[in-house]
């Protein structure tokens, strides 16, 4: 009965795919964890859409194999002896997927849509270190006004509020690719909703968009690097369902695909598929500072020192991630010193049960006068809620504490989290771009979803922004760092790998450390197919 279920199984996962697969000899198939919203890299903020948008934008720089920032739209750029203005060098000749100019206008265009508060971009933020943009969201100022300024079709001048060195990082980001201009106008809600029309800038373009099912892209000749891509064709089949993904790549069905379930684990290592990546992201647990009873500094304290991460990483996670003592993960260099900032910083938070509930204690809280009603909220995941489950029990053993667990669909938990309707939240960070900034610019935003307004603690990363000097403006951040566990803000609890599984004769690929995967040059070796 077992095999006939089995067989049944994989009919249907090939009737469902049947138009997925690999359907030419030199396509690399990945699968989609989910359904892309769109693919506008202006209005996208999930790494699903993050990773089809790097095949078929580019940016004025691009991430190599080694993370370097290399030129890609760009061939130069000159720099003021201030770090305030950029002059960026457009290559001779780059054209849109159709044969239209790639232009200094059309940046200057697609820029300038992001920070139109009109527009409702979420990246909005991402470009506020250029002078006035931020204005301009905020209606106080004009689009002209914008330091961002096509002098030809050619050169781009861009004027920054202060010296920003990870400038040209964000240049790599998805939110800086530029968008045709044409398309967007003529089709302002509809342009990247699907294949029909679309005109790509990167090294494939998308040529079906079968929705819920598959996302097809084949090479694009008219990318200005286009002898750097080996491949014809890449796919992008789609399923919500981690079984379904790992059944397809295992049936050659599809190449890749990520977060494979980890009771997996062990039996994909033994067959050579499963793989680690870096990743610069935490998850962790955010306070609701303005919430009873996280309201109370000491409160938030105990419940942070009460958790336990080793067993946690042992039997709940696994997949090699690393427990998190601080907020800023292992892999960002200080360039000031050349060590790795987590290690400069060292451990931020302990844990001790004994202090947690001493803290307690000292906030008023004890058997005869028991917390008031605390809810754990996470979105729907089964990894999620088994986190979720074993602090709940952590609580329970070294505080005495009941802590209600509830969990909302990922858009509506989303929202839940950004309106501060909750006490205690699940969250997790991946870096948008190489620096520490990325992580500790989060809670520097008055809108950010701890409820979090320290005026000590944004003065410390707006120094940070405006220095010019590497080694002053690494102190600050490790000072602003220390103050987010001073006041207990967040409850880090592991950095972030990405587990994957690729069949072994896949080549080429790149995972960057941002959570995305190149295929710019991915290939298959055919001398270790079989």
């Given at each position: 009965m077992k095999k006939l279920l089995l067989l049944l199984s994989c009919l249907l996962t090939a009737v469902l795919f049947s138009g997925c697969g690999i359907q030419h000899p030199d396509t690399v198939s990945y699968v989609l964890e989910a359904e892309p919203s769109r693919l506008d890299p202006a209005m996208t903020t999930a790494l699903v859409e993050s990773n089809v948008e790097l095949q078929i934008f580019e940016g004025l720089t691009r991430l190599d194999d080694d993370?370097?920032?290399?030129?890609?739209?760009?061939?130069?750029?000159?720099?003021?002896?201030?770090?305030?203005?950029?002059?960026?060098?457009?290559?001779?000749?780059?054209?849109?997927?159709?044969?239209?100019?790639?232009?200094?206008?059309?940046?200057?265009?697609?820029?300038?849509?992001?920070?139109?508060?009109?527009?409702?971009?979420?990246?909005?933020?991402?470009?506020?270190?250029?002078?006035?943009?931020?204005?301009?969201?905020?209606?106080?100022?004009?689009?002209?006004?914008v330091g961002v300024k096509a002098v030809d079709d050619q050169t781009l001048v861009v004027r920054l509020k202060e010296p920003t060195p990870y400038f040209l990082n964000l240049t790599a980001f998805h939110c800086y690719y530029p968008v045709p201009r044409k398309l967007v106008e003529a089709k302002p809600d509809t342009w990247a909703a699907d294949a029909d029309g679309m005109v790509c800038s990167g090294?494939?373009?998308?040529?079906?968009?079968?929705?819920?099912?598959?996302?097809?892209?084949?090479?694009?000749?008219?990318?200005?690097?286009?002898?750097?891509?080996?491949?014809?064709?890449?796919?992008?089949?789609?399923?919500?369902?981690?079984?379904?993904?790992?059944?397809?790549?295992?049936?050659?069905?599809?190449?890749?695909?990520?977060?494979?379930?980890?009771?997996?684990?062990?039996?994909?290592?033994?067959?050579?598929?499963?793989?680690?990546?870096?990743?610069?992201?935490?998850?962790?647990?955010?306070?609701?500072?303005?919430?009873?009873?996280?309201?109370?500094?000491?409160?938030?304290?105990?419940?942070?020192?009460?958790?336990?991460?080793?067993?946690?990483?042992?039997?709940?996670?696994?997949?090699?991630?690393?427990?998190?003592?601080?907020?800023?993960?292992?892999?960002?260099?200080?360039?000031?010193?050349?060590?790795?900032?987590?290690?400069?910083?060292?451990?931020?938070?302990?844990?001790?049960?004994?202090?947690?509930?001493?803290?307690?204690?000292?906030?008023?809280?004890?058997?005869?006068?028991?917390?008031p009603e605390v809810t754990l909220l996470f979105n729907t995941n089964e990894m999620h809620k088994a986190v979720a489950e074993a602090l709940q029990a952590m609580w329970k053993e070294n505080l005495g504490v009941d802590v209600n667990i509830t969990n909302q669909e990922s858009k509506v938990f989303m929202a839940t989290r950004a309106q501060g309707d909750y006490q205690l939240a699940r969250a997790s960070w991946i870096a948008d771009y190489i620096d520490p900034m990325t992580f500790l610019d989060v809670f520097a935003d008055d809108e950010n979803d701890a409820q979090y307004h320290n005026p000590a603690y944004n003065a410390l990363i707006a120094k940070a922004k405006a220095s010019n000097d590497e080694r002053q403006r690494m102190a600050y951040l490790h000072e602003a760092e220390q103050m987010l566990f001073d006041d207990c803000v967040i409850i880090p609890l592991y950095y972030t790998t990405q587990p994957y599984v690729a069949q072994h004769y896949i080549r080429g690929y790149h995972w960057s450390p941002l959570g995305l995967v190149d295929f710019k040059k991915a290939y298959i070796d055919e001398s270790e197919r079989k």
């Open positions: 993370d370097v920032l290399q030129p890609a739209l760009a061939e130069s750029w000159d720099i003021s002896p201030d770090g305030r203005t950029y002059t960026f060098h457009l290559r001779p000749g780059i054209e849109w997927s159709d044969g239209t100019p790639i232009t200094a206008g059309d940046i200057e265009y697609s820029w300038k849509r992001v920070v139109n508060l009109d527009v409702a971009s979420e990246n909005a933020y991402m470009l506020f270190c250029i002078d006035k943009a931020e204005d301009y969201f905020n209606k106080k100022a004009s689009a002209d006004a090294p494939y373009k998308i040529v079906s968009w079968n929705h819920s099912s598959e996302i097809e892209v084949v090479k694009n000749d008219r990318y200005w690097d286009a002898g750097s891509v080996i491949l014809d064709h890449l796919d992008f089949p789609i399923s919500d369902s981690q079984a379904t993904r790992l059944t397809l790549v295992e049936s050659n069905q599809a190449n890749m695909t990520v977060e494979p379930p980890p009771a997996d684990q062990e039996r994909l290592e033994q067959m050579g598929l499963y793989k680690i990546a870096p990743y610069l992201g935490a998850y962790y647990y955010v306070f609701n500072v303005q919430k009873k009873p996280f309201d109370d500094v000491r409160v938030r304290k105990a419940f942070a020192l009460a958790v336990q991460r080793q067993g946690l990483m042992k039997y709940i996670v696994r997949g090699e991630k690393e427990a998190a003592y601080a907020w800023v993960p292992p892999g960002l260099k200080d360039k000031a010193t050349g060590r790795d900032f987590r290690k400069e910083g060292g451990n931020l938070i302990a844990e001790d049960p004994a202090k947690a509930r001493q803290l307690l204690k000292e906030a008023g809280y004890d058997d005869q006068h028991p917390l």
